[in-house]
Every structure is written in C-alpha cells, then in structure tokens.
C-alpha cells in the first residue's frame, strides 16, 4: 500500500507545482494521471483523497468555470470524473472540502462538453446515496435548477443528450428522497420538464426514470398545483391505464405518483384523480393484475382511497416517506456488495 501511497502524493505535489506555475499542460496531465489511477484501482481512490486531492481537484473545477482558464476542455472532465471514482469509496472527504459542491454546480452549468457535466451528475448521485448529505445538498438551490436544466433540449427539436438526461434524473432522484427537499424541486421548476421528457421522450429508460423522479415529488403539497399546470394527474393516469403500452415499472411509478399526490394533496388530489374518466378502470386493473407485487400494492392503496370519498388518514403526514425502491436497479457499494438504491443501472468509473 505505501507504494500508492507515495504515488498518490507524489501527483498531488505535481499538481500543486504545476498550478503555482501556471503550466498548464503538467496540470491536465497529473489530473489526468489522478482520473486514470481511480477508475483502473479501487485501492487508490481513498489513497489520493487522504493524499489531498480532492480540494485540488475542486479548486480546478472552479477555476475551469470562469473566463480565465487557460485548460484543455479534456481537464474538467478528468477532474470531474476523478471526484466521481473517488466519491465511490470515500464521499467523506468530498463533502468534507469547502467549495465541492460549488465546484460540481459550476461544472453543471457550464461544461466544456457533456461528459464533464454527466460526470458531475454522477457525483453527487453518488454522494445523494448517503441520506445525511441530502438536505445539505439540496440546500445549494443551483444545484437542482442546474440539475433541472439539462432535462432540457439544447435547442429545438434536438434532445438533451441521453446520458446527461439519465444522470440528472439520478441526481434529482436522489435530491427528492429527502422529504423537505421535494417543495424546493417543485419551486425551482422541475415539474414541467418532468412531464415534458415523459409525453415526448421515447427513449430507453427515460419515461422510467422520470416517473421515478415524480413519484418522490408528488410526495409534497407543493406539488398538486405544478401537476395540474402540467396536466400531471391525466398524464399518470394514461401511464397506469394497460391500453397505452406503457412499461411495468412507468406504470409502477405512475402509480406510486398518484398515490403520493393524493395523500399530500388530500381531497383537492383524489378529485383531480376521480375527474380523469379512465382512472378508476385503470388503478383497479393495476391492482388486480399488476405485473409486480409493488405495483398492486401501490394500485390497491390507490384504489381504497378514490373509491371512499369519505376516507380519512387519521395521522397521515403531509409527505410520503422516501422511497428509494421506486426504481430497482442496483449499484454497488464501496465494498463490492449490491445495494438498492436510488434506480441508478449501472456503477461507471471514468
């Protein structure tokens, strides 16, 4: 181990020297050599955080967002793509930095190319699997409208790249499991390009992530308005309804939506629900014959609901609590085992 050990900090003194001299080539190269290193040795990557690496590589983000930086565009995404290797093993120290959350919020909003900003994404997904981080990085309002953003086209009719839109989604999911943060998403706009991504988007995964993401929005009383500009419950209901052909897991999502809005929302939801002419056909189907015990489950809870219109929640909170199996793919954990979390499909090092 002292042999990374003595390599680790070795890069770190080459990347301190290199930046005091404004040689910018060396810089790109040690980060380089640090994106390389973490994504090709498990081992490494707490090793080059304890090293110092991580506020460097902050740093350089941050620098790499400004008008002066005279760095390949190659730079911020090695930076960013390091901080994500890292961040698989060792997301302590990366919150643990000043200015980290800055620096991926910087690299949100103005990537040199995509990648750089998907790997930022990736990030703080990995960091939003720690449920004490969430609300501190749901406070960074620029955070989430970055987030949100690149959910939207470039320019019409262009899409958003798929990779970028699947790790916002991510992000935004992982920003959503945290209860509070749920009325700061619905006030910082992402409902519309939720819905919007949903009705036109018909690329692999989308419409599934994107129902993941609103089902844990819905969980709000904030969110009841945003859906109706949004023509959100009709959009659900079509999603459940087995005659559009929508997927088991966006039907199981929608589901799950419908019933987090109408337990925050209360009587005003379940009516908005009740005036959709194919809901209760749809939701009861669902329960009866769903194709995942979830997926009855949520129809059933639904369905008990809208048939009662006296039915009271003695006690019911405003929200749902979190539910990070809304989306059941696998990542893995920083020791190798596999671990529910958050709908992310696959663990990308870079």
Known sequence: MEPKGRAARLLVRKLIGASSDGDAAATDEAISEMRRLSKDDPDFRPILADAGA????????????????????????????????????????????????????????????????????????????????????????????????????????????????????????????????????????????????IVKDGRAGIVEDCTAVVAQVAGCEESLEAFRRASGVQILVDLVDAATGASPRSRENAAAALLNLALSGGERALEDIREVETALPAVRELAEAGTTPRAKSKAGALLSILVDRHHQQEGQPRWLESDPDISPPFIATANGAPERALGLRDRRLY
């Open 54 to 197: 991580v506020p460097l590589l902050a740093h350089h983000l941050l620098l790499f967002s400004s008008s002066a930086h005279q760095h390949s565009a190659s730079s911020q995404e090695d930076a960013a793509a390091a901080l994500l290797n890292v961040s698989i093993s060792s997301r302590e120290p990366l919150m643990a930095t000043p200015g980290l959350l800055d620096a991926l919020a910087a690299t949100l909003r103005r990537p040199a190319a995509p990648a750089a900003a998907q790997h930022a994404a990736a990030a703080l997904y990995s960091l939003l699997s720690v449920d004490i981080y969430r609300p501190i990085i749901g406070a960074k309002e620029e955070i989430a409208s970055a987030l949100i953003a690149m959910l939207r086209p470039t320019a019409p009719p262009q899409l958003a790249p798929t990779r970028s839109v699947k790790d916002a989604l991510k992000a935004l999911f992982g920003l959503a499991l945290y209860p509070l943060n749920r009325a700061a998403l619905v006030r910082t706009g992402a409902v519309p390009p939720l819905f919007s991504l």
